[in-house]
């Protein structure tokens, strides 16, 4: 048992810096946010977050429904480093209406037409880091 709890530490210590990284990730994408908040949008607690290469694209499916406006906003730990968000519909068509770059945080506003999948396509497009942290939330009203 003592072997046991004594791996499981070793494991949580060796994922601390990861998923600090990520979360300071995700904190530049919620600074991103805060004027959207004030203009009545409502964040989500879901987000995503990880690490990539630079122009390695990710492609990540999400339901959005028709009547809504949304917001995606992306964040990095790497100062310098570029990312990018884009939003496609189930046709592969670009249906975002407003994106906006600021530093090391990029997001992007979407009226989806219909309710349905959409895709938003994440990339660290410069970096000097060979694997770069990132993290998305979102927003709607």
């Known amino acids: 048992m003592k072997r046991l709890f004594s791996i499981l530490a070793a494991i949580?210590?060796?994922?601390?810096?990861?998923?600090?990284?990520?979360?300071?990730?995700?904190?530049?994408?919620?600074?991103?946010?805060?004027?959207?908040?004030?203009?009545?949008?409502?964040?989500?607690?879901d987000y995503w977050g990880g690490d990539m290469a630079v122009k390695q694209p990710k492609a990540i499916t999400h339901q959005l429904f028709k009547g809504n406006e949304y917001w995606f906003w992306i964040g990095t730990d790497e100062k310098g480093a570029k990312v990018s968000v884009h939003i496609y519909d189930s046709d592969g068509n670009l249906c975002e209406v407003e994106s906006k770059q600021k530093a090391q945080m990029a997001m992007v506003r979407v009226i989806p037409k219909r309710t349905g999948t959409y895709y938003l396509i994440v990339e660290i497009e410069k970096s000097k880091a060979e694997r770069t942290h990132w993290g998305m939330a979102y927003g709607f009203r």
């Not at 919620?30 to 004030?38: F, H, T």
């Open 12 to 45: 949580a210590v060796s994922l601390g810096p990861v998923h600090a990284s990520v979360d300071e990730a995700l904190s530049f994408a919620l600074e991103a946010a805060q004027p959207y908040i004030k203009e009545g949008f409502t964040v989500r607690e």
